[in-house]
């Protein structure tokens, strides 16, 4: 009961940050690197990958993973708190014009993905790309480009989002975000 209480704080904190959500165009001039990040997880472990490439021809510049102690469960639509920690690790200290995040943005039934909230604590343009869409979001807040559902995270519209990750498609995917998932899974830098 008092953990049902505590999500439903987190829901309305959830809601209340969408709205400070930015949606702007963003020019492919505008991006000469881009990065991913991905989590994988064995038992208590969060493996997060960073992958950063050049922009649009996607040549690796710089991959890193670190590890970290899992600190929050899974529960659906809650996905940020458990990868928000592992993905901020993976990015400290790194430079780059624009970043994917393995997971919704807006398309999320509150407005608010772990994209956006990636988004919003950086201050940097971010698009969130998933594998599926969630239930129960409008069709308007995400679009399908190759096997990826793509959202805004944050600083970014729609129409920019599919323009900058259309060059990046590999086997329907975006390569740095398939190169994260890979690394996420196999560990290493």
Same mark, same amino acid.
């Given at each position: 009961?008092?953990?049902?209480?505590?999500?439903?704080?987190?829901?309305?904190?959830?809601?209340? #940050? !969408?709205? %400070?959500? &930015? *949606?702007?165009? /963003?020019?492919?001039?505008?991006?000469?690197?881009? @990065?991913?990040?991905?989590?994988?997880?064995?038992?208590?472990?969060?493996?997060?990958?960073?992958?950063?490439?050049?922009?649009?021809?996607?040549?690796?510049?710089?991959?890193?993973?670190?590890?970290?102690?899992?600190?929050?469960?899974?529960?659906?639509?809650?996905?940020?708190?458990?990868?928000?920690?592992?993905?901020? #690790? !993976?990015? %400290?200290? &790194? *430079?780059?014009? /624009?970043?994917?995040?393995?997971?919704?943005?807006? @398309?999320?039934?509150?407005?608010?993905?772990?994209?956006?909230?990636?988004?919003?604590?950086?201050?940097?343009?971010?698009?969130?790309?998933?594998?599926?869409?969630?239930?129960?979001?409008?069709?308007?807040?995400?679009?399908?480009?190759?096997?990826?559902?793509?959202?805004?995270?944050?600083?970014?519209?729609?129409?920019?989002?599919?323009?900058?990750? &259309?060059?990046?498609?590999?086997?329907?995917?975006?390569?740095?975000?398939?190169?994260?998932?890979?690394?996420?899974?196999?560990?290493?830098?």
């Amino acid at each position: 009961m008092e953990f049902e209480k505590k999500l439903q704080r987190i829901r309305k904190v959830q809601e209340k #940050l !969408a709205s %400070r959500i &930015e *949606e702007r165009p /963003l020019g492919q001039e505008s991006v000469k690197t881009i @990065a991913a990040v991905d989590v994988s997880y064995r038992e208590e472990t969060a493996r997060a990958a960073f992958v950063l490439c050049s922009y649009p021809d996607c040549e690796v510049m710089r991959t890193k993973v670190v590890e970290t102690e899992v600190q929050f469960p899974y529960i659906p639509t809650f996905f940020f708190l458990r990868e928000t920690r592992p993905i901020l #690790l !993976a990015l %400290r200290g &790194e *430079e780059f014009d /624009l970043l994917l995040v393995e997971g919704h943005g807006k @398309a999320h039934p509150r407005g608010y993905g772990l994209a956006s909230h990636i988004g919003l604590l950086l201050g940097r343009p971010v698009i969130g790309v998933a594998k599926r869409p969630l239930r129960g979001v409008p069709e308007k807040d995400f679009r399908k480009v190759g096997k990826a559902y793509v959202s805004v995270g944050h600083l970014i519209d729609l129409d920019s989002a599919v323009r900058l990750i &259309e060059p990046l498609l590999e086997r329907g995917y975006p390569k740095p975000l398939r190169l994260a998932d890979r690394l996420s899974k196999r560990g290493g830098s």
